[in-house]
């Protein structure tokens, strides 16, 4: 078993108005980025749908020196049709991302849930502030 600390938020980086399917997401880290598998360990598209990607017990590849006591949970989205930082989550992007973190938390009562530039100032994802929200 590994040991979870970390629940870490990020975003796809896509336009407004843009979409980026899971399936892509997944293609791209395989082709491009030559990972194993998608480093995420759940992508949220704007339907609010919550795909399944890396299995939780597989370290993931998203947060340079946080993959491996950390889980990966990435939304479609973050950024405005100009290309910057924004909060593009729907409704049911919301929701889903609710469901899925009390999950986790009930899962990995002492993970605390952070976004990606919490751990990475150099960072804008998730392009929202994860502590003050969740
Ligand atoms: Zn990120």
């Given amino acids: 078993m590994r040991t979870i600390t970390l629940i870490i938020i990020h975003c796809s980086a896509t336009r407004e108005g843009t979409r980026y399917p ?9 082709a491009n980025r030559r990972f194993k598998d998608i ?4 992508y949220i598209d704007r339907e609010g749908v919550i795909w399944t990607g890396r299995p939780e017990q597989e370290v993931g590849a998203h947060c340079r020196n ?4 950390s889980i990966g ?3 479609e ?3 405005d049709r100009q290309g910057r930082p924004k909060d593009t989550r729907t409704q049911a992007q919301k929701r889903a ?4 973190l009390s999950d ?4 990995y009562p002492k993970a605390l849930v ?3 530039r919490d751990l990475n100032p150099g960072k804008d994802c998730p392009s929202f502030d994860v502590r003050s929200e969740l």
Avoid: P, S
């Fill in 39 to 42: 480093g995420y360990h759940y």
């Fill in 22 to 30: 899971f399936a892509k997401c997944r293609h791209d880290h395989i």
């Fill in 77 to 79: 989205g973050g950024l």
């Fill in 104 to 107: 986790l938390k009930e899962r």
């Fill in 114 to 116: 952070l976004g990606h």
């Fill in 73 to 75: 949970v990435c939304y």
């Fill in 66 to 69: 946080h993959n491996k006591h």
């Fill in 97 to 100: 991302m609710e469901v899925l």
